[in-house]
């Protein structure tokens, strides 16, 4: 399985951006997947994730209502909307994998993740 982000840059606080991750090697329609970020000097921390169902999604606290996580099993892909980027915002974004039998696992912590892509460096200017 190998897993590759794409879609960061250096954005202006209050502008949107969208991140994609396209999974290679597996159908990502078998995976939970998550969105981890890691800025300088500081741990990895959760984003969002969300279940094979598709229906079951959740987010860290200080992103809810800014960002939606959404996969496309057509397009093997997942993708991370943010809306109202804020410079605490930047960091490298992690996409990771979790394969599971059931439909409604998702994941919260880094270790519960098996795959993980390269990262995408987002870089939100005040």
């Known amino acids: 399985v190998q897993l590759q982000a794409s879609g960061g840059g250096l954005v202006q606080a209050g502008d949107p951006l969208r991140l994609s991750c396209t999974m290679s090697?597996?159908?990502?329609?078998?995976?939970?997947m998550g969105w981890f970020r890691q800025a300088p000097g500081k741990e990895r921390e959760f984003v969002a994730c969300i279940s094979r169902s598709n229906d079951i999604t959740k987010y860290s606290g200080s992103m809810k209502g800014r960002f939606t996580i959404s996969r496309d099993n057509a397009k093997n892909t997942i993708s991370l909307q943010m809306n109202s980027l804020k410079p605490e915002d930047t960091a490298v974004y992690y996409c990771?994998?979790?394969?599971?039998?059931?439909?409604?696992?998702?994941?919260?912590?880094?270790?519960?993740?098996?795959?993980w892509g390269q990262g995408t460096l987002v870089t939100v200017s005040s």
């Open positions: 990771a994998a979790r394969w599971s039998s059931s439909m409604r696992v998702t994941g919260t912590t880094p270790d519960e993740f098996t795959y």
């Open positions: 090697g597996r159908a990502v329609s078998m995976y939970a």
